[in-house]
């Protein structure tokens, strides 16, 4: 079955410097990368996505990157500010057809 | 709005009882999900299901089962508690745009 391998568990940054957060799957066949941001007692909620037909997915300051042939995505995160402090999930599946897997989850912390 | 509802927020059980996690959803989705949410571990799925009546298991089922006798309830069962089961509990329905949509959570401490 699928496996999510997230690094770093824990990172922090700067405000207004950049976060980047790595993923890596192991099924060739997953199509579908989500990352997914909890913030302190609330539930997880989407961010981002990106399938598998594309390399590179932006979104205002949030991006997240896709290298099918290495099977590994990354979050990227530019001009961090106090309210990106949360844990960041990155997920794998086969759209639409089966689970979707989570990697261990990232916290991230924003340094004033 | 998708609302996903977990009949409990918090519960605590003593070892050896049987639990009951109820999970409701009113976007009509077919896809539904349990999730454990352990520090450092993230979150595993325990068991999903496609449909009324069939289930799928996830990658840490055993200790558990579910239940999926309408298409908007998705229950989750801990047949005998253990202190290791111990967790917070995650509902989720996937919805058509790929999201998933999770519950509050369900906090169980088993003594």
Redesign the interface.
Known sequence: ?ENVE?HP?TLSVQEGDSAVIKCTYSDSASN?F?W?KQELGK????II?IRSNVGEKKDQRIAVTLNKTAKHFSLHITETQPEDSAVY?CAASR??DD???????TRLHILP | DVKVTQSSRYLVKRTGEKVFLECVQDMDHE?M?W?RQDP??????IY?SYDVKMK?K??IPEGYSVSREKKERFSLILESASTNQTSMY?CAT?GNT???F????SRLTVL
């Open positions: 079955g997230q568990s579908y989500p997914y539930r997880p909620q989407l996505d999930f759209w639409r689970k979707i897997i989570f990697g261990k989850g | 896809n999900f999730y450092g571990l993230g979150l595993r799925l999903f799928e996830g990658d995650l996937w790929g999201e998933l999770f519950g509050e959570g």
